[in-house]
């Protein structure tokens, strides 16, 4: 058998996603090296569609630290979201009550600068690798071995590892499971996504609670749009024509003020399940874990990709006050800072979710105090300042 080839760096990170690529270039920025791999292409990551929306910092995380500004010349800035019930359009105006914005921006384009900006700082990013592990992770030198795409049987040893490699990844499994703990929450319902071929129906994003289900009115390009609609969990995709899934919308938007679907060909279908997961501690041995990796969101509250990105700011810091400053207690601060942030945000999806979706079983109390509460959060300055505060993301 070949013999592995090692290479050594400070940080290895398994995945190379948003998050493994912005952790690998903010410690670039502090002069600590690093190698990301990831069993993906890069050519499939770009062609992968997920969330769109970033928080404020998100969106000064990339520009500031020099990876792009194409979010704010290419990107589409929100000053509010329309919540929608009773058919009737409320507005949420972000920039009114906290005086930020949040920018529609896909996170492929987010991939796409942060890949670029690696391959322009000549950044040590290996892409379709296979056969990926994790060891010794408790030990002084924790490793990451793989097949690279050319067939040769690589290793890399560094001082510590990150996982970043999602939620299907192996690196939170290598936590032993009477080291973790794991919340879990699955919701009975899920989202009916499209892409359809057509020019904007709303000019920001519209939540809509209905007695079919709840609805969403999103964007994507000024000639393609993203829109969702609550299905069953197990939903054939089959059994919906683009006739069925527009009548739907608009049964679900129904109103008499005037809003209108602008609609056109569907030229991609999917369902998207809901769960919530936090794994705790996120950080064994030398081994960290950032994003989805060690959290999930349901994705009513835009939180996913933007605590990715605020779970590697701060594991970023954490880093360079190891291996630069030798203070490895920050390590052990690492978890407690990053749950701070998850659980504020586990708790605002959560609410948006059963604010706006129907629930299974709901009988007409459940209908009635749900129309009550959103009926308090339009009505009041203080319940519209909360959902624009979380909504566009608490300061870093």
């Known amino acids: 058998m070949?013999?592995?080839?090692?290479?050594?760096?400070?940080?290895?990170?398994?995945?190379?996603?948003?998050?493994?690529?912005?952790?690998s270039h903010l410690l670039a920025l502090s002069g600590i090296d690093s190698i990301a791999v990831d069993t993906?292409?890069?050519?499939?990551?770009?062609?992968?569609?997920?969330?769109?929306?970033l928080e404020r910092d998100s969106v000064r995380l990339l520009v500031d630290s020099g990876v792009?500004?194409?979010?704010?010349?290419?990107?589409?800035?929100?000053?509010?979201?329309?919540?929608?019930f009773g058919g009737t359009s409320y507005r949420i105006d972000f920039q009114a009550l906290v005086g930020?914005?949040?920018?529609?921006?896909?996170?492929?384009d987010v991939f796409i600068d942060l890949a670029d900006a690696r391959n322009r700082d000549e950044g040590d990013i290996r892409f379709g690798v296979t056969d990926t592990r994790v060891i010794d992770i408790t030990g002084s030198t924790p490793g990451i071995r793989f097949t690279d795409e050319d067939g040769g049987r690589r290793e890399i040893r560094c001082d510590y590892l990150?996982?970043?490699?999602?939620?299907?990844?192996?690196?939170?499994?290598?936590?032993?499971?009477?080291?973790?703990?794991?919340?879990?929450?699955?919701?009975?319902f899920a989202w009916?996504?499209?892409?359809?071929?057509?020019?904007?129906?709303?000019?920001?994003?519209?939540y809509t609670r209905s007695d079919r289900g709840f609805a969403l009115i999103s964007q994507r390009t000024d000639t393609v749009q993203r829109m969702y609609f609550q299905c069953d969990a197990t939903e054939d995709i089959g059994q919906w024509s683009d006739d069925r899934i527009w009548s739907e919308l608009r049964h679900r938007l129904a109103g008499e003020d005037g809003l209108r679907l602008a609609e056109g060909p569907i030229i991609e279908k999917t369902v998207l399940p809901f769960r919530s997961f936090v794994q705790e501690p996120m950080r064994y041995g030398r081994m960290l874990l950032a994003g989805d990796a060690a959290h999930t969101v349901p994705p009513t509250g835009a939180k996913g990709l933007n605590l990715a990105l605020a779970d590697v700011r701060v594991l970023a810091e954490t880093l360079e006050c190891a291996i630069s400053k030798n203070d490895v207690d920050a390590l052990d601060r690492y978890t407690a800072r990053a749950l701070?942030?998850?659980?504020?945000?586990?708790?605002?999806?959560?609410?948006?979710?059963?604010m706006l979706h129907r629930l299974d079983n709901a009988d007409d109390f459940d209908t009635r105090r749900q129309l009550g509460e959103l009926r308090s959060v339009v009505g009041s300055e203080a319940g519209s300042r909360y959902l624009a505060e979380a909504y566009t993301g608490w300061p870093g």
């Open 192 to 206: 009916f996504g499209i892409l359809a071929q057509a020019p904007r129906s709303a000019d920001e994003l519209v």
């Open 100 to 108: 930020a914005s949040t920018w529609l921006y896909p996170q492929t």
């Open 68 to 84: 792009s500004d194409r979010v704010l010349t290419e990107g589409h800035e929100h000053k509010g979201i329309d919540l929608r």
């Open 340 to 354: 701070e942030r998850v659980w504020k945000a586990q708790h605002f999806s959560y609410w948006m979710t059963t």
């Open 162 to 188: 990150v996982g970043a490699d999602g939620s299907r990844g192996i690196c939170r499994h290598e936590v032993p499971e009477a080291q973790r703990r794991q919340y879990f929450r699955k919701y009975p």
């Open 2 to 23: 070949a013999q592995r080839n090692v290479v050594r760096t400070a940080v290895g990170i398994v995945g190379a996603g948003p998050a493994g690529l912005m952790l």
């Open 40 to 53: 993906r292409t890069r050519p499939e990551i770009e062609h992968t569609h997920r969330a769109g929306i």
